[in-house]
């Protein structure tokens, strides 16, 4: 087999302080890989600006300049993670014959990257790096982030355990990827039903190397609740299921009250009407939350907007050929 393509795909968002490291990084990855003759010499690296407000470009354009290594995209606006890398990868393709996705901030062992390309070569369409040891995430992160995995399983989501977005992915796969055109996009869940040969790679999660968390509290939580509302219609059921549950319940107690009022051995019952008043409502309100959550979805896909907007385009001379306009 002829020496692969192979790009790496960063997506950036105010990333001016890894940047410089990150890109020496991989950039001495993919010389490394080539000198072994294991990838081609037209191998890069993409970095995707999601719409920084610091130097994030800035920074990419020179090292556009004097690194061959180095090619860029920049969005037109902060298009979100899961978009960001949706566009990287979606240009990559164009030109690549495997992919490699990973964040900038160097939590994730760069070094594995070549045992991904190994894997490749032995025949395997989707690597998936597996955080092995968190122990420098905070407890509260793993805590949460086991809940999710376990929460996502058991509504019958397919999911990899502690694995993130630091994968490979051949071209292939990226073309099949290609037709799920959903605009509430978790990459995750997408990945394990293309149902390709896959395999796994595990490594030791890192400290960020710089900079802050572009995930606070805020913005995990969303991201898991879209997670669960893109891949699983077990929620709504459920609230249903307790719909019904409860209706069966207020006539049983309509008829316990009826009894009651026939032998004359009515309470006042004050307590127990304003408490289930208040409990209906709250389930009713909960239902209706519930259910609009996933209308807004269905509102947010029928408009298919884009995911994203590409204002510039920074690409290798050879890449530049068959890029799509
Ligand atoms: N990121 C992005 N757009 C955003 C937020 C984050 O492209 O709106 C990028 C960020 O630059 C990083 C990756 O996504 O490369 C993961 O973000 P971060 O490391 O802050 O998340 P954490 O590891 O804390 O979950
Ligand atoms: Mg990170």
Not at 3 to 9: H, R, Y
Not at 27 to 36: K, R, T, W, Y
Not at 211 to 232: C, H, N, Q, V, W
Request: charged share 20%; net charge neutral; with cysteine.
């Amino acid at each position: 087999m002829a020496n692969p393509i192979l790009t790496i795909v960063v997506p950036c968002y105010n990333e001016e302080e890894v940047l410089p490291e990150t890109v020496f990084r991989l950039s001495a990855i993919l010389d490394g890989m080539i000198a072994e003759a294991l990838i081609s010499a037209d191998s890069t690296m993409l970095l995707v600006d999601d719409g920084s407000k610091d130097a994030t470009w800035q920074l990419i354009d020179r090292f556009h300049e004097a690194n061959t290594f180095v090619t860029g995209l920049k969005l037109a606006r902060n298009a979100g993670h899961q978009s960001a890398l949706l566009a990287g990868l979606m240009q990559a393709k164009a030109y690549s014959d495997c992919v490699v996705s990973i964040d900038a901030d160097l939590q994730d062992d760069t070094d594995v990257i070549r045992e991904f390309v190994v894997k490749y070569r032995e025949g395997y369409d989707i690597v998936y790096g597996v955080r092995q040891d968190r122990s420098s995430d905070t407890l509260f992160k793993r805590a949460t982030a086991q809940g999710f995995y376990k929460l996502m399983t058991s509504l019958g989501v397919k999911i990899h355990y502690n694995h993130a977005d630091f994968r490979l992915m051949s071209k292939r796969t990226l073309d099949e990827m290609e037709r799920f055109q959903e605009v509430n996009l978790f990459l995750r869940g997408i990945v394990p039903l293309l149902g390709f040969p896959s395999t796994q790679v595990y490594y030791d999660r890192k400290e960020r190397f710089a900079g802050e968390s572009k995930y606070p509290l805020r913005k995990m939580l969303a991201f898991a609740f879209d997670g669960i509302t893109s891949f699983s219609v077990t929620p709504i059921r459920f609230v249903t299921v307790l719909g019904f549950l409860l209706f069966a319940l207020s006539v049983v107690a309509a008829i316990y009250a009826l009894i009651g009022k026939i032998v004359g051995a009515n309470v006042t019952g004050w307590t127990s009407l304003i408490l289930s008043v208040w409990f209906i409502g709250g389930v009713q309100l909960l239902a209706l939350g519930l259910i609009g959550e996933y209308i807004g979805k269905i509102y947010k896909e029928v408009k298919h907007r884009p995911k994203f907007v590409i204002e510039k385009r920074l690409l290798a001379p050879a890449a530049l050929e068959d890029a799509p306009a």
